[in-house]
């Protein structure tokens, strides 16, 4: 089967025909995500994401649906109160962004969130609004950061407080030029955000801090390799977090695969590190997974016993993209 975009917005129609028949409680699904690329497809597979609004509390805020072993269907379920107050939508850097980007609305009982988009989009990209947004982003990075004072070892759960603080002042720092960094895409396009704010040298920064600068690539085939086992493991549980469900274990291999055969492999680590973190943080220590997940930690400069370096080292990541906000900010008036 060809996968063309057409034929991932067809399905996305047709999955939303559906799921309004079945559910009442839906007032609007809107599209979001890689579809609005020119080409959403990396490494033949990719995402639908939709976001459904329903009038009450939603059963769960995130569900993973299987289209094919290339495709699934990423959904995002949102009560409508969060919606009532339009006008702070422009500040909020999760919500924010994507209800401004999408251009699909697939179902709006009565037009009402063509409504709120228009109040939410109208000077959306005015330089204060950005600035909050920007901040908003730093400081839950920060917050994230003053979770792991004091740790003195890299577990899976202190290492998913680590890249979240990573991901989101990253994500500050390109949020000036663009959308936050979309997650397969994270290392490749920081390069050019780097450069849209004068300063490469934080990507280096990210590289190092990371382990990624001084990781033996020589061996990385092989890691790939014990990765890709540990996703697939019989051991994990049924219950997973969405970001890493079964159904989306072709999303990240072929994209790392990909990335191995293009030279792109920071791109690789990048994936590997932020799905393992994820899977290992709900298993059990004694899973040869999550053993296996540890040493490769150690590779990437974790080492047992000097976590603290690490979250020293982040303090200072985090200090370099607060200097770059608040440069720009004097600039523009933000």
Same mark, same amino acid.
């Given at each position: 089967?060809?996968?063309?975009?057409?034929?991932?917005?067809?399905?996305?129609?047709?999955?939303?025909?559906?799921?309004?028949?079945?559910?009442?409680?839906?007032?609007?699904?809107?599209?979001?995500?890689?579809?609005?690329?020119?080409?959403?497809?990396?490494?033949?597979?990719?995402?639908?994401?939709?976001?459904?609004?329903?009038?009450?509390?939603?059963?769960?805020?995130?569900?993973?649906?299987?289209?094919?072993?290339?495709?699934?269907?990423?959904?995002?379920?949102?009560?409508?109160?969060?919606?009532?107050?339009?006008?702070?939508?422009?500040?909020?850097?999760?919500?924010?962004?994507?209800?401004?980007?999408?251009?699909?609305?697939?179902?709006?009982?009565?037009?009402?969130?063509?409504?709120?988009?228009?109040?939410?989009?109208?000077?959306?990209?005015?330089?204060?609004?950005?600035?909050?947004?920007?901040?908003?982003?730093?400081?839950?990075?920060?917050?994230?950061?003053?979770?792991?004072?004091?740790?003195?070892?890299?577990?899976?759960?202190?290492?998913?407080?680590?890249?979240?603080?990573?991901?989101?002042?990253?994500?500050?720092?390109?949020?000036?030029? %663009?959308?936050?960094?979309?997650?397969?895409?994270?290392?490749?396009?920081?390069?050019?955000?780097?450069?849209?704010?004068?300063?490469?040298?934080?990507?280096?920064?990210?590289?190092?801090?990371?382990?990624?600068?001084?990781?033996?690539?020589?061996?990385?085939?092989?890691?790939?390799?014990?990765?890709?086992?540990?996703?697939?493991?019989?051991?994990?549980?049924?219950?997973?977090?969405? %970001?890493?469900?079964?159904?989306?274990?072709?999303?990240?291999?072929?994209?790392?695969?990909?990335?191995?055969?293009? %030279?792109?492999?920071?791109?690789?680590?990048?994936?590997?590190?932020?799905?393992?973190?994820?899977?290992?943080?709900?298993?059990?220590?004694?899973?040869?997974?999550?053993?296996?997940?540890?040493?490769?930690?150690?590779?990437?400069?974790?080492?047992?016993?000097?976590?603290?370096?690490?979250?020293?080292?982040?303090?200072?990541?985090?200090?370099?993209?607060?200097?770059?906000?608040?440069?720009?900010?004097?600039?523009? %008036?933000?």
């Amino acid at each position: 089967m060809r996968i063309t975009r057409d034929l991932l917005l067809n399905a996305a129609k047709d999955f939303v025909t559906r799921s309004v028949k079945a559910d009442r409680s839906i007032t609007a699904i809107y599209l979001t995500g890689s579809l609005f690329t020119d080409n959403p497809l990396f490494g033949g597979t990719t995402d639908i994401d939709l976001v459904f609004v329903h009038d009450r509390i939603p059963i769960a805020p995130r569900e993973i649906h299987r289209f094919t072993d290339e495709i699934t269907l990423d959904l995002y379920h949102h009560n409508q109160a969060i919606y009532e107050q339009p006008r702070l939508l422009r500040v909020d850097p999760t919500l924010g962004p994507p209800i401004n980007s999408t251009r699909i609305i697939l179902h709006d009982s009565q037009h009402w969130f063509e409504y709120t988009q228009a109040i939410i989009t109208a000077q959306f990209d005015r330089a204060d609004y950005q600035g909050e947004r920007i901040r908003k982003l730093a400081a839950d990075a920060r917050a994230a950061w003053w979770h792991l004072e004091g740790k003195e070892n890299a577990t899976p759960k202190e290492m998913v407080s680590f890249i979240e603080s990573v991901e989101l002042a990253t994500n500050a720092v390109a949020s000036i030029s %663009g959308l936050p960094l979309a997650e397969r895409r994270f290392m490749l396009g920081l390069p050019e955000r780097c450069q849209a704010v004068e300063n490469p040298q934080f990507g280096l920064a990210l590289a190092s801090l990371l382990g990624f600068s001084t990781f033996d690539f020589s061996a990385l085939e092989e890691w790939i390799n014990r990765w890709s086992a540990a996703l697939s493991s019989p051991d994990n549980p049924s219950s997973v977090p969405p %970001g890493i469900h079964p159904y989306r274990r072709l999303y990240y291999s072929n994209a790392v695969k990909s990335y191995f055969k293009d %030279g792109q492999l920071e791109s690789c680590l990048w994936i590997m590190l932020k799905t393992w973190t994820a899977l290992s943080s709900y298993l059990s220590s004694r899973i040869t997974g999550v053993k296996e997940y540890s040493v490769f930690l150690s590779a990437l400069g974790f080492v047992k016993g000097s976590f603290q370096e690490k979250v020293t080292s982040l303090d200072s990541y985090l200090d370099a993209s607060e200097d770059i906000i608040k440069l720009w900010a004097q600039e523009v %008036g933000a």
